[in-house]
């Protein structure tokens, strides 16, 4: 009996202490900080902006938004080059329609082009917002602070200049929103959006220094010749001829500028960030044989379809610009691929290929054979060359009744062109303001042809309504001079933004 | 024994003399029909008289009969009587059943076990050999067709491959796969268990059942529960294995070459080949991938024990090549299970597997060759790959990936269980702690030569990828059950409190340029490190939970049951990081009840009806909650364009985030019929699905490259789950059931702010269409209404334009007069509204037959791959009937490639309906006398066929597409790894 009482007793103590002991040990992961996780190998929004590392990478990353495909695949070849007479959709007839109708202007609101543009360009605007509010909150140098909010102004400042040229009014949005602010922005009238494009290139041009003036390293930032000429665009748009020469002849003078003595140099490897260059997208293609971080979709989309196979043949240069060049141009041959051409870099020739008609193909997007896949493209994007702001102060000059300042610098970017071939391309000479402006004109549709800039040029001009419906009869004056505004931020701000005019 | 058989000599020599009058020595033996074990003190009766003996520790018996042809009644408790007419034999074999399995046996439920007729929730069981008769290395697989209100279907075709499994229809917008339980640690991958290993497989339905899971009960839960020891004499040894050749249940009707250039020429408009005819039937490129494959299994496990340990050990090794060429999955798995009687009052306890894999992937060569034309040879008369590029092809010659691509591995290994122990205190109580882990490792290698078979199937560069991730989850729980019966009550308690973790990480990097393809050069090192790349992640959370769950039950008659969970979980912000998750059920055991007694033909009746809440955490991505800041956003600077590291904040996230909340009710009837031969349960459901995670789209100008996601939307499931079981014991056993899961799954709100989701983008096109009032992912597009067949009718018809005579006229389905995007209108759902099962076996004479039968219908799949033409590939031989002006087809248009008549439209939609011969099994059990001749206690062998039958209206392979990560994109044949049927043949030995 008295065995039995024991036995009882131990299995008591130790079955507790036993249990007892488990129960403080299980108390100690009862801890809150058990439960708090942080991502791993990751930044989180609350740890960032404390560091000037992390002042230079998130400026840096607003340059990455423009490799995205929303920024220079379809949505920005196709309300660029495609939409207007430059080029036609190209690639097979029935591939990406939704690229030919924007060619044929049976696009409506819903496009997948003009809405990727759209997001894509907020996103870039997003991500300057970001950097441009917590920079100067970061302790660090403080002139490499100031250049950095000057990129990042830059950056949104020229988003911006895009957005307001293809959609008019916009959404001014300068910070990152508030949840209660989400559903009801309105358009920001594109007076006042000029009057802050101005204001953010003023502030660049401030803080940014020449080409020259970085470091090596840093070869590619925006730089004061890049926002001198942004901002000379910004002023051709509103038709205020002197700060365009202004601007222009800044840059002209800043010697940081020439023009190179090749045309066809530009577009080629060797001329990415030349002389010519002010301001272009960098892209490399990853050594491995994989999409790198670098890559761009842009040498994709517009490259040789069939044999050589280099992409998928969208952005098919038009008839109607094949037939603007003068007789011997050398700048066509530039531009343009032809089936039997054999490529730049002489490693094939083009073959026919019976899935795409009236076959032809972007030269300017064209690259040399590169690790990877297509879609590794390495080809830097040209967003603003010298010739350009040649041409832009030439046409400033005429407008501003100095013809023969206007002559002088049309005839700088001709005799280029011209190479040593003294039978083509002669100077001009007219000192007819009119006559002189529709040679201009024309030379800046040549000279810059499938360079993205001939929507915005003709849509400068006021002449949409008299060029497109030649090329494209589906073109309404009164409703295509500007895009319509995605249909789903009509619908979520609930009408709070207005469509455009047709749609 | 000898005893025995001395005194059955002795009372026969005794009744010698007057066996003309009819008496006659029967001997026997009477074993469980289920697990072939003896069945001992089994009571004989000899009708009509009171003769009557017992089964001995073997479950023999020798019974001297006394009347002429008599009839023997065999009762044993909890068995269904069985009455054997003996005609004229003097030896028997008896298989009993137990009695309506459904209500008697002991199932698993969370945290404990209960008597089936206790259960207030819904709860299937699902034995272990039910599981190990299907060839599969996955136990998932396994389970297709076997549990009422589940759904079940192969994930792919590709070895080892597991199974998307829906529990009462698909409960959310996103993550809708079950728990899994196994021996108490939860995981969301079973892959590691070796069927044969499985004791019973519980699948937790209701809330009742699965709400003790809380936040991640709202999906199901399964519970696998391994075969632990048995206490026996001497230890059990069995040595089982199966071999089998798999191969490909159908092959798609394509165009043979010379149907194929016709068609071009067609196409064309002019004769690219010049006589089609002389090209024969060309290359089947079908065959040209498919193989017969074979699949084989080998197991070797001990089990036994004493009064003071019980033991089970297992080894087994499974093989399984793919009907793919050079795709593979072995895998070779070890358990220890384990439990040990210390003292009086305490015992210890384990469950540990060891499973090591090797996996070869094949690349994805079905949609190759489903495309390619032809009119190729997989090598053209040099010897080379051939190269389509005539076509401005942009696919790969199939072959040629198999040569080149095939060099990729993966190796894993997965060491798994729980270890625990059991402490009886005070009276009535017992507290266990219990510790699982899951520690696992994976490694991949992948080589890629250098290579070019044509300009768009090239590798410039080789290429070596290595990967590897490493897991490590644990929990700990602590719980103390008390449980007390007095008079005619009896309640057990349980109550509990868990802490869980789960790590993983993953490594890897690649390089290219190797000096050579010799495997022992395939190391990193070896490859030009300008060329690196490489990766490091991890991921991690914490769960702390409190548990607790009463069962009261009052003269065996009244149920009622209350469970809740109070789980805090590190995926969300601490303010929104608790969830309480309670549940309520009763039962009402009306067998005893008088009305039900004076029924002669119902034996046992029990209604149920639960309502509970439940949580889906798994919906929420890693750290839902957390502003996470993306890297590797280069920007590119410098005259070497290097990439300098950019980050930023790029989308927009909601600390409020909370799991979503799930909640059932349930209503069961269970009934017994027929001394028990006839078993019925029945469960009607309603499970609404509340604070479904889902992105709320916000204006784009806003800049967040992710809407930001939130708890609004709403899905329910409402079904019902019937099982029929007929059983029925005796010389001839057999049985026959039937599982019908009729289910109606319906979205009844998405995000405010968003009426609609769109997925499935086919060449820019939405083939998928989630909106309130119908399924989740349902089909959308045009409808076809017919075909062009006149210019005029073309003229006079709305038109989406460049339609020509011959191509589909789609319908203007909402009859504006105007044919454009508005006229895409719901075709159909891709979720089954029933599936059903059918199972039936006999037992005769040591002969067993098993067939398993299964179907689904009422869905559609959607023939994706058949929609993409981005150049000129092969075409389904339904174009063989293709408009033209001789014949103007009213059903086939005009052969394009691509284009109009590649819209998105029903023209791809097909019924998914199918009924399939799962498995077909013929074995044989030697007899008793025969094994024990070679010291074997029992040997039985077998053939099996899986898959070997199918009726369906899919022109695919198979018509089952589910989508374990997608809910929007489920029905879709894209064109994967198609699943096998196969024959093999096996023996099982027990010593």
Not at chain 1, 384 to 389: E, F, G, K, T
Not at chain 2, 81 to 92: M, N, P, S
Not at chain 2, 748 to 763: M, P, T, V, Y
């Amino acid at each position: 009996m008295k065995n039995i009482t024991r036995s009882i007793e131990i299995k008591m103590t130790t079955g507790w202490r036993m249990i007892m002991a488990l129960l403080v040990l299980t108390a100690v992961s009862c801890s809150e900080d058990f439960l708090e996780r942080k991502p791993r190998g990751q930044l989180t929004y609350d740890t960032f902006f404390e560091t000037p590392d992390h002042a230079v990478w998130a400026t840096n990353a607003i340059y990455h938004q423009f490799r995205s495909w929303e920024m220079c695949a379809f949505p920005w070849i196709g309300i660029t080059d495609i939409i207007s007479d430059d080029a036609d959709k190209g690639s097979t007839p029935n591939d990406a329609l939704y690229v030919l109708e924007l060619d044929e202007f049976t696009f409506d609101a819903a496009n997948a082009a003009v809405t990727g543009a759209w997001q894509g360009h907020y996103h870039a605007i997003f991500r300057a917002n970001l950097a441009i509010d917590n920079i100067p909150g970061i302790e660090m140098d403080s002139t490499l602070r100031a250049r950095l909010i000057g990129e990042a102004k830059f950056l949104r400042a020229y988003t911006y200049f895009r957005l307001v040229q293809w959609f008019g009014d916009v959404p001014l949005i300068t910070r990152t929103l508030n949840d209660d602010e989400y559903y009801n922005q309105e358009r920001t009238s594109k007076e006042l959006v000029y009057d802050f494009i101005e204001t953010d290139l003023l502030d660049a041009i401030g803080a940014l220094p020449e080409k020259d003036d970085y470091a090596s390293a840093d070869l590619g930032r925006a730089t004061k010749g890049a926002a001198r000429g942004i901002l000379a665009k910004l002023y051709a748009v509103k038709h205020d001829f002197p700060k365009v020469i202004e601007q222009c002849d800044a840059i002209i003078n800043s010697g940081e500028y020439s023009l190179l003595a090749r045309y066809a140099d530009n577009f080629l490897p060797v001329g990415e960030h030349g002389a010519e260059s002010i301001f272009e997208i960098s892209a490399v293609a990853s050594q491995a044989a994989i999409v790198g971080p670098g890559a761009t979709p842009f040498n994709m989309i517009q490259g040789v379809r069939g044999v050589p196979n280099l992409g998928w043949g969208f952005n098919r240069p038009s008839d109607d610009l094949v037939a603007e060049y003068e007789a011997g141009d050398p700048r066509r041959q530039a531009t343009i691929i032809y089936v039997g051409e054999v490529l730049p870099d002489g490693s094939t020739i083009v073959e026919d290929n019976p899935e795409v008609l009236n076959e032809r193909y972007n030269q300017k997007a064209w690259v040399p054979a590169h690790s990877g896949l297509q879609d590794n493209g390495p080809g830097n994007i040209r967003v603003l060359r010298y010739s350009d702001i040649l041409l832009l102060g030439a046409e400033a000059y005429n407008e501003e009744n100095n013809p023969a300042k206007a002559v002088e610098y049309l005839n700088i970017v001709r005799t280029r062109a011209r190479g040593s071939n003294n039978f083509i391309l002669p100077n001009v000479t007219t000192m007819d303001k009119a006559e002189l402006r529709e040679s201009i004109y024309h030379e800046r549709r040549v000279e810059l042809a499938m360079e993205q800039h001939r929507w915005f040029d003709l849509a400068r001009w006021g002449r949409l309504g008299d060029v497109m419906p030649l090329v494209q009869p589906g073109f309404v004056a009164t409703k295509h001079i500007l895009l319509p505004l995605p249909q789903s931020e009509i619908d979520l701000t609930g009408g709070t933004l207005v469509q455009n005019n047709g749609y | 024994m000898q005893m025995k058989t001395l005194r059955i000599l002795f009372y026969s020599l005794l009744w010698l003399p007057f066996t003309s009058i009819a008496q006659t020595t029967v001997t026997g033996l009477v074993l469980d029909a289920n697990s072939n074990d003896p069945l001992i003190g089994v009571t004989i009766l000899e009708a009509q008289t009171d003769h009557g003996t017992l089964t001995d520790l073997d479950g023999r018996f020798t019974f001297v009969v006394s009347s002429a042809d008599p009839t023997l009644i065999f009762r044993y408790t909890g068995y269904s009587t069985v009455e054997i007419k003996l005609d004229g034999r003097d030896q028997l074999e008896v298989k009993m059943a137990e009695e309506a399995t459904l209500f008697d046996q002991i199932v698993v439920v969370g945290y404990g076990t209960q008597k089936k007729s206790d259960l207030t929730g819904a709860v299937s069981s699902v034995k272990g050999k039910d599981i190990a008769r299907i060839p599969t290395a996955n136990v998932e697989q396994a389970l297709q067709g076997k549990v009422s209100g589940v759904y079940v279907a192969p994930s792919s075709g590709t070895p080892g491959a597991g199974a998307v499994i829906r529990i009462r229809g698909t409960g959310t917008l996103n993550n809708a796969n079950p728990l899994y339980v196994i021996d108490g640690m939860i995981t969301y991958d079973a892959s590691n268990v070796n069927p044969e290993d499985v004791e019973s497989i519980e699948v937790l339905k209701d809330a009742s059942a699965a709400a003790i899971y809380g936040s991640r009960g709202a999906n199901g839960v399964i519970l696998i529960t391994t075969k632990g020891g048995k206490t026996r004499d001497k230890a059990s040894i069995t040595a089982s294995g199966y071999y089998g050749v798999q191969q490909v249940t159908k092959q798609i009707d394509l165009l043979n070459a010379a149907e194929f250039a016709s068609a071009y020429n067609d196409f064309r408009g002019q004769q690219y080949f010049p006589n089609p005819d002389s090209l024969g039937e060309g290359t089947n490129w079908q065959d040209e991938i498919f193989r017969n494959a074979p699949i084989y299994n080998a197991s070797l496990s001990a089990n036994g024990g004493s009064e003071q340990y019980q033991f089970n050990f297992s080894a087994n090794y499974f093989s399984q090549d793919g009907i793919i060429q050079n795709s593979h999955y072995d895998r070779l798995t070890f358990r220890i299970n384990g439990e040990y009687k210390l003292n009086s009052f305490m015992s210890i306890g384990h469950n540990i597997s060891n499973s090591s894999i090797r996996e070869d992937v094949a690349p994805g060569v079905v949609n190759t060759a489903y495309r390619m034309p032809p009119v190729y040879a997989p090598r053209d008369s040099t010897g080379d790959f051939s190269d389509p590029t005539f076509f401005g092809l942009a696919i790969a010659n199939p072959a040629a990936d198999l040569y080149y691509k095939s060099d990729n591995h993966n190796t894993g290994s997965r060491l798994f269980g729980n270890l625990y122990a059991d402490i009886d205190f005070l009276k009535n109580f017992t507290f266990r702690t219990n510790f699982g882990f899951d520690k696992g490792n994976r490694n991949s290698k992948y080589f890629e030569p250098k290579f070019e078979v044509s300009a768009s199937q090239l590798n410039k560069n080789d290429r070596l990828s290595v990967g590897t991730s490493s897991t490590n989850d644990w929990i700990w729980e602590q719980t103390l059950t008390y449980d007390h019966t007095w008079d005619e009550h009896h309640i057990t308690v349980l109550g509990g409190y868990t802490a869980e973790e789960r790590n993983s990480s993953n490594l890897g990097g690649s390089r290219e340029n190797f000096p050579g393809t010799a495997d022992e050069l395939l190391y990193l090192s070896a490859g030009n490190d300008t060329t690196q790349m490489n990766y490091q992640g991890a991921y991690d959370e914490a769960i702390n939970s409190l548990l607790f769950r009463a069962n009261y039950t009052f003269k065996n008659k009244y149920l009622l049951t209350v469970s809740f969970r109070r789980d805090q979980s590190s995926r969300f912000t601490k303010t929104n990081r608790t969830g309480n998750f309670p549940s309520a059920s009763i039962g009402w055991n009306m067998t005893d009840e008088s009305f039900v007694q004076g029924l002669d033909f119902l034996d046992r009746l029990k209604v149920r009806a639960s309502y509970g809440v439940l949580g889906n955490q798994a919906s929420a991505s890693g750290y839902p909650s957390t502003g996470a800041v993306t890297s590797a956003l280069y920007g590119i600077f410098g005259p070497n364009e290097s990439l300098n590291q950019g980050a930023t904040l790029i989308s927009l996230s909601n600390a409020n985030l909370q799991w979503e909340t799930s909640r059932q009710a349930d209503i069961g009837v269970e009934m017994g019929f027929f001394d028990g031969r006839l078993a019925m349960e029945v469960d009607w459901y309603n499970r609404e699905t509340y604070d479904i995670i889902a992105a709320v789209p916000i204006p784009d100008y806003v800049g967040s490259q992710a809407d930001p996601v939130v708890n609004t939307a709403q899905v329910n499931n409402q079904g019902w789950d019937i099982t029929a079981n007929w059983r029925q014991g005796g010389t001839v056993a057999y049985n026959f059931g039937v599982i019908v899961s009729p289910v109606t799954n319906s979205v009844e709100k998405l995000a405010n702010g968003r009426s609609e989701i769109f997925a499935a983008f086919l060449q820019g096109e939405p083939a998928s269409h989630t909106v309130v009032g119908l399924p989740i992912g349902g089909f959308y597009g045009y409808k076809v209404g017919g075909i062009f067949q006149t210019q005029e009718e073309l003229d006079n018809s709305p038109k989406l334009g460049g339609e020509k005579v011959g191509d589909i006229r789609f319908q203007d389905t909402n009859l504006d007069g105007i044919l454009n995007g508005d006229d895409r209108v719901y075709l159909g759902s891709p979720i089954p509204t029933i599936t059903y099962s059918f199972t039936a076996g006999v037992e005769w004479n040591g002969f067993d037959f098993n067939a398993d039968v299964l179907g689904a219908g009422g869905h559609y799949v959607f023939n994706a791959k058949e929609t993409f033409r981005f150049s000129v590939y092969n075409w389904e031989q339904h174009v063989e009937d293709r408009w033209t002006l001789e014949n103007p087809s009213l059903t086939e248009p005009r052969i394009t490639n691509g284009g109009h008549n590649y819209k998105v439209s029903d023209r791809f939609l097909e019924k998914g309906d199918f009924i399939r011969l799962r498995s077909l099994s013929l074995g044989y059990t030697l007899p008793a006398g025969v094994s024990s001749k070679a010291k074997i206690d029992r040997m039985r062998v077998y053939v099996t066929g899986t898959n070997i039958w199918t009726s369906q209206e899919y022109s695919g392979y198979s018509p089952e597409f589910p989508n374990a990560g997608n809910t929007y994109e489920v029905g879709f044949d894209f064109g994967g790894y198609p699943i096998a049927k196969s024959w093999q043949a096996g023996i099982e030995i027990q010593f």
